[in-house]
């Protein structure tokens, strides 16, 4: 089993920036293996979740168009956690974000992905 818990969420400003973090826990054995690949969701009122951006094993990224050249998706691996640098927010960027962690392939497919987390609200005001 692993957990997942986001953090970082709140309220800024378009134009703003915000720091998302997601910190894994488990048995060791379990986290390497499932936190090989690791992404970033949000889902915002009334609308179905999205993938935003994911990370591979070897350090491979992928994003959404929406949020390509805003926003960086990296992970620290000795610390288990997964991080999310959003830059220039915007309104549309108001959502429910998730992190999600798998052992198969990657990608910005929920059904990738085993684990998933609470969430952490984001709200952009214009």
């Known amino acids: 089993q692993v957990q997942l818990v986001e953090s970082g969420g709140g309220s800024v400003q378009a134009g703003g920036s915000l720091r998302l973090s997601c910190a894994a826990s488990?048995?060791?054995?379990?986290?390497?293996?499932?936190?090989?690949?690791m992404g970033w969701f949000r889902q915002a009122p009334g609308k179905e979740r999205e993938g935003v951006a994911a990370?591979?094993?070897?350090?491979?990224?992928s994003y959404a168009d929406s949020v390509k050249g805003r926003f960086t998706i990296s992970k620290d691996n000795a610390k288990n956690t997964l991080y999310l640098q959003m830059n220039s927010l915007k309104p549309e960027d108001s959502a429910m974000y998730y992190c999600?962690?798998?052992?198969?392939?990657?990608?910005?497919?929920?059904?990738?992905?085993?684990?998933w987390g609470q969430g952490t609200q984001v709200t952009v005001s214009s």
């Open positions: 999600a962690a798998g052992p198969g392939t990657w990608g910005l497919d929920e059904y990738r992905y085993n684990y």
């Open positions: 488990g048995y060791i054995y379990s986290i390497g293996r499932y936190t090989r690949n």
């Open positions: 990370i591979a094993s070897d350090g491979s990224t």
